[in-house]
């Protein structure tokens, strides 16, 4: 077998791994809650209708912003737990930038979109700056800052917020059509459309790739995150590196809530999607930080979260059969990727000796 | 192969055989590590184990003390087969380890540390006490219980642990490499230690790889290669020279400079570097000193007293330094540790894998690490992969790094291996200054002559070097001027043609108040 | 250094997935849905209700399971088949609208919505499926479409007639009200309280403090911040407090009991649910009876009518009221009688915004 060929089964053989254990353990789940397992599977797998795949499809698309935000933190081992606040204070400014349209058309979708990085940046930098001054953990600091992202957008939405007759909702001005982003129709069933912003999450993750695999600032980003100390050795200023991957952190977590934002919602209210930033986290996780493996984390999270109405409401489980499978998906990928990762270090050490090996037998061949 | 010469020399030991060991083999994947062992310790003698890094002698160890079970073979303890499945199944059956850092705590005193664990044998009190001035006094250790442990000294300290052991019950005393931390006049006093211990009818096994003091100190010697035994001798019948050639398995190079290519043109220029500490004695207290265009400068002292420091302050990775460091007439001390890099000065850090490697990064990933702004590995601001791949094979070849490619974790890679990768590196670029601390520190003897190679050929370049060693010989071979650091400050300047590395050894230890200036 | 970071990830992982778990409720469809596909009573019919609950779903102890009481006595009566489902935290509004879209296409109508976290979902889904009924709880923004009904509750008359009873009992011209969340919905409650309490006593003082704001909902389910909220009130000299504040209320009643003050209740008659330790200090609470108005309709949908437009449960068809366990209102029931009777004839008419 080639090292590639290796290689690429070693890759497959972790998310394989993972699956079967996630199926087992599941099932195992729903015996014991005597739900039916046969049931359950059989939805799960069943395939999807055509506004199900748009949800899946746009849902992932918020997920996978997520993930990647969280995922630009683990390369440089930031744990930045705050991506959710900064998507909700971003997507607050968003709103009230966008609804207020200072601006024409697009160009004020543009304004927004800039001011929600702008602004996730500047929150996940407060840690960032704290962390590289002050040593304080940018796990602690993120999650208070979290704490005051609520409040702090829960005060401005009560001074910015109008009221719709009737509804007992409140949210911001809404965007005016001209500014809001349109939507792929790809069939005529109703709901089968999906985010124009796909598009730019797409752009992220390619960018995301690019920055950290080809540049000499992600190398940077990524040394740092193997090793600091070889990191100062070689020369890397790491308080820049993490005040500058925080910022990066941030602003892509700004973008979290925009597909949101301007393909559904059209404002932010009290039925603004939560949650995000700590989904975020468990996607990178399962990605790998890898940007094709995040888009396949937040696609698995987002059809698990989409199977949970009609698991509800067709076969008659909990909503928190689903939690748990992807809490138990997230651990066994875990484990099985560091299973894997432990057996591919040993299969190099051995290509290694195999190498010293023969080198040094065909050396004291030559000095004998 | 293997042959084990029982009673054939005229010191040979004869008495009874404390531990046997018999076809040990224990094999990680793809590595064996232990194959065919066979080892016997006669009771009341000096057993040493010698053999390159990487040849099995840690392993044998920990099969011996029980941290690992050997894959195949048999260990007999006083004719007695035993399986030693955990360290306290090995202190049951009289194996005691003393390893090379020390497991104490600073601020217990010696009696507290002792009983640490081993509350059950003579309690805590008045009977552990004078159970451990029984120990000191029979084997001469000279360690009073009350003590600090953070008010004695290394030599000091390791005798506490051999106390330790004693205190434990051992009979069989293994110490891994006990005389890398010590200076001359300390190997010494643990010598004598071990003769006290020999004499009290214990065994000792002593695993080292400086022959010289094998030899001295020895009674009979285990060579080990590749994971097996290649001969017990007698250290009479042979001589350092033939001893490394058993463990290499090949001819010996030695670190010995050859005409001086010191010229007049200083390069590097340190003057009165200080590293100020809030509260206390400054960690490097007005260093100054030159180095001239193809000169190697080595600076000998006892580890901690400030190398570390020198070294990372004139690499800029030290912020809160003062005083002046310039670099070819250039006053560098303002730039950071990139422009420092860039402006030329190449760096083989102490420790390899925390300041040298991405240890999961892949080797041509490593090429890079250090050389982020300069070409071939980078085009601009993006990362120039092909150009970094073919220069890590470059240095693969140039400098012998045994790797089946480029694009193998720098984790696989033999100690040896990942420090030749790194000197290669840091040699790359032409470099006008070489900061080299302990550059062969755990390197096999094939590695290091090439390492030594590699330094001297760049210094006839016109390279100058800073070398910092533990090891007093390498520093003797290769350097063309001596500094010895103690406690922050320069005490001293030899000429290593005519200095002793027991001259040295007293200027490290601040014995020889009266500072020869031999140069 | 790596391991620990990957062995914190794990943890970290893990916490999520449990705390997922925890805020999906712990009481959802697995057990309902055998009480729902059963029939009870005698009567069987063709009907299959389906039932969108809020956050928190069947087993709130507050509003989501006054609206599942309300479909458990409709199930019983008329023989319906039902099927239940609930809103997780913080869930996307394509959730909750394919929610409403699973219902509608499993053939279930109608589909009642708890909560007005529905209504941007509904009036999608409502066009989607007009053949199907749909009702929708606390909302009235789509009182115009064909297929659904509003299902609202005038709460600041409820509100008014417990301000009156605060206003007439308290000994210190001094009252206090605590609201969950400083939401529309809520401020009703609180300007129904106000307007009757000043037209007892207009120089009466009110404090009036909100747990949370939106989009934080924690304020409905934090009786820690509710006890303080409610002690601070009572420190300051108030010596009744009402609660609009779900799952906080608890909170309340005992900053109450301890500081010798006295309660008011809400939404149900929580004199009659609430701790023995606190029960007295709760001299009567606001009804809101969601379960009559789930009722109702449903009881209308038996006779084969699907009603449209917006219903308002109000004094006048005993939508709301106040309730009189503990006797401790008793001698001012023809008082409090008096100003419904004029609420109802419309000789006052009770503000649903807060005048402040």
């Known amino acids: ?368 | 192969m293997t042959s084990t010469v029982e009673g054939s020399g005229p010191t040979a030991p004869t008495g009874p055989v404390s531990v046997r060991l018999r076809g040990i083999g224990k094999r990680f994947p793809g590595v064996i590590a232990n194959d065919d062992i066979d080892i016997d310790v006669h009771r009341g003698t000096i057993h040493a184990i010698v053999g390159e890094n990487g040849a099995g002698k840690s392993t044998l160890m920990k099969i011996l003390y029980g941290v690992q079970p050997p894959d195949s073979g048999t260990i007999e303890i006083d004719g007695e087969q035993v399986r030693l499945s955990s360290p306290a199944d090995a202190i049951r059956h009289g194996v005691g380890m003393v390893f090379q850092h020390f497991m104490l705590a600073d601020n217990l005193t010696v009696l507290e540390n002792v009983v640490l664990g081993a509350e059950k044998l003579h309690g805590i009190g008045g009977a552990a006490r004078a159970e451990i001035a029984r120990i000191s006094a029979a084997y001469g250790l000279d360690i009073h219980p009350d003590t600090l442990v953070e008010d004695l000294g290394v030599g000091a300290r390791q005798r506490v642990e051999i106390l330790k052991v004693l205190y434990r019950g051992a009979r069989i005393v293994i110490l891994d490499e006990p005389t890398a931390v010590l200076v001359p006049q300390e190997v010494e006093e643990l010598f004598a230690n071990l003769q006290g211990l020999k004499r009290e009818g214990l065994s000792v096994i002593f695993i080292s790889h400086k022959l010289d003091e094998v030899l001295s100190v020895a009674d009979e010697i285990t060579v080990i290669r590749r994971g097996t035994t290649v001969r017990t001798v007698s250290p009479s019948e042979v001589t350092a020279r033939q001893l490394a050639e058993l463990m290499v398995g090949s001819e010996l190079p030695s670190p010995s400079t050859e005409t001086s290519t010191v010229t007049d043109q200083v390069l590097l220029s340190v003057r009165d570097l200080t590293l100020p500490v809030p509260s206390g004695r400054p960690l490097l207290d007005a260093v100054s000193f030159d180095i001239h265009r193809g000169e190697v400068l080595g600076i000998a002292g006892v580890e901690g007293n400030g190398q570390a420091e020198l070294v990372e302050s004139i690499m800029g990775m030290r912020p809160a330094a003062t005083g002046t460091v310039s670099l070819d007439g250039q006053d560098i001390g303002g730039l950071s540790v990139r422009r420092r890099r860039e402006a030329g000065i190449g760096y083989v850090p102490e420790d390899r894998h925390r300041h040298g490697l991405l240890l999961d990064a892949p080797l041509w990933e490593n090429r890079i690490l250090g050389h982020q702004t300069r070409s071939p590995s980078v085009k601009g601001p993006l990362i120039d992969k092909a150009g970094a791949r073919s220069d890590t094979q470059r240095i693969i070849e140039q400098y012998d790094v045994r790797t089946p490619g480029a694009d193998v974790l720098a984790r696989a890679l033999s100690g040896g291996n990942q420090q030749k990768l790194i000197v290669g590196r840091e040699m790359s670029g032409d470099p006008v200054l070489l900061i080299a601390a302990h550059p062969t520190r755990g390197v096999d003897v094939g590695a290091q002559a090439a390492i030594w190679d590699h330094i001297k050929a760049a210094r006839r370049e016109g390279l100058a070097v800073l070398l910092i060693s533990a090891d007093l010989d390498e520093l003797i071979g290769l350097s063309d001027r001596i500094e010895v650091i103690l406690r922050g400050r320069l005490v001293g300047t030899f000429d290593p043609a005519h200095v002793t590395p027991e001259q040295l050894g007293s200027a490290m230890t601040g014995a020889g108040d009266d500072t020869e200036v031999s140069a | 250094m790596r391991r620990n970071k990957k062995l914190a990830s794990i943890f970290a992982v893990s916490i999520l997935a449990l705390g997922a778990t925890a805020c999906g409720g712990d009481d959802g469809g697995s057990d309902n849905a055998g009480d729902g596909a059963s029939s009870g009573g005698g009567a069987s019919s063709d009907v299959k209700v389906g039932m969108a609950y809020d956050v928190g779903g069947r087993g709130d102890q507050s509003f989501n399971d006054s609206a599942a009481a309300g479909l458990d006595k409709a199930t019983d009566e008329f023989g319906f088949e039902s099927q239940e489902s609930e809103a997780t935290d913080g869930e996307a509004e394509s959730a909750r609208e394919e929610r409403l879209v699973t219902f509608a296409e499993a053939g279930y109508d109608p589909v009642i919505a708890v909560g007005f976290a529905y209504a941007e979902a509904l009036g999608k889904v409502s066009e989607q499926y007009p053949d199907t009924h749909f009702a929708i709880i606390d909302d009235s923004s789509l009182a115009d479409s064909p297929n659904v009904a509003s299902l609202t509750f005038a709460e600041e008359q409820g509100s008014f007639l417990v301000g009156a009873a605060a206003a007439l009992k308290t000994e210190a011209d001094h009252i206090g009200f605590v609201g969950g969340v400083e939401t529309p919905l809520i401020q009703k409650f609180q300007a129904g309280y106000e307007a009757g309490a000043q037209a007892v006593n207009p120089d009466i003082t009110i404090d009036v403090t909100y747990l949370s704001q939106p989009p934080d909902f924690s304020g409905f389910g934090d009786p820690a911040k509710g006890k303080t909220a409610a002690e601070g009130m009572f420190d300051g000299g108030a010596d009744i407090v009402y609660h609009a504040a779900g799952g906080s209320g608890g909170g309340v009643f005992e900053a109450a009991s301890e500081a010798g003050g006295k309660a008011i209740g809400v939404d149900s008659d929580q004199y009659e649910t609430a701790d023995d330790s606190v029960k007295d200090v709760i001299m009567t609470s606001m009804l809101k009876n969601v379960d009559v108005a789930v009722y109702e309709y449903l009881s209308k949908v038996a006779d084969g009518d699907f009603p449209a437009g917006q219903t308002t449960y109000d004094l006048a068809v005993d939508g709301v009221g106040y309730s009189t366990s503990g006797g401790q209102i008793d001698d001012i029931v023809d008082q409090l009688d008096d100003y419904k009777q004029q609420i109802i004839d419309g000789d006052i008419t009770v503000p649903t915004e807060p005048t402040s």
């Open chain 1, 1 to 368: 077998m080639t090292p590639r060929m290796t290689k690429l089964l070693l890759g497959l053989s972790a998310p394989v791994l993972a699956l079967v254990a996630a199926f087992a353990i599941t099932s195992l789940v729903l015996l014991i809650a005597g739900d039916p397992v046969g049931g359950v599977w059989g939805e799960i797998l069943s395939v999807p209708e055509g506004r199900n795949i748009a949800n899946i499809v746009n849902s992932a698309s918020v997920l996978y912003l997520s993930g990647i935000a969280v995922a630009i933190g683990f390369r440089m081992n930031l744990f930045n737990i705050g991506v959710d606040g900064q998507y909700r204070v971003a997507a607050f400014t968003a709103a009230v930038v966008a609804g207020e349209a200072w601006l024409p058309g697009y160009l004020n979708t543009v304004l927004a979109i800039v001011c929600a990085m702008a602004v996730g940046a500047l929150w996940a930098g407060i840690a960032g700056v704290l962390r590289a001054t002050r040593g304080v953990s940018e796990v602690i600091s993120t999650i208070m800052l979290n704490f005051i992202a609520t409040s702090l957008v829960a005060f401005l939405l009560r001074k910015a917020a109008v009221r719709e007759e009737g509804s007992n909702n409140i949210g911001t001005k809404e965007i005016p059509e001209g500014s809001r982003i349109p939507s792929f129709s790809f069939g005529d069933g109703p709901g089968q459309e999906i985010y124009g912003f796909v598009v730019i999450a797409v752009l992220v993750g390619v960018l995301y790739w690019f920055l950290l695999g080809s540049t000499r600032f992600g190398f940077d980003l990524r040394a740092t995150g193997r090793s600091t100390t070889a990191a100062v050795a070689s020369g890397i200023s790491v308080t820049k590196m993490v005040v500058a991957a925080m910022l990066l952190s941030g602003a892509v977590a700004g973008l979290v809530g925009m597909p949101l934002l301007f393909g559904e919602s059209y404002t932010y209210g009290s039925t603004f999607q939560s949650g995000l930033g700590f989904a975020g986290i468990a996607i990178a996780l399962l990605g790998r930080n890898h940007p094709v493996g995040v888009a396949i984390g937040a696609l698995l999270f987002a059809f698990l979260n989409e199977q949970s109405n009609p698991l509800q409401i067709l076969v008659g489980v909990s909503p928190d059969i689903v939690a748990i499978t992807q809490g138990v998906i997230v651990l066994t990928v875990v484990v099985s990727y560091e299973l894997v990762r432990r057996y591919g270090v040993r299969l190099e050490q051995q290509s290694v000796a195999r190498a010293l090996e023969s080198e040094r037998a065909q050396r004291e061949e030559v000095t004998a």
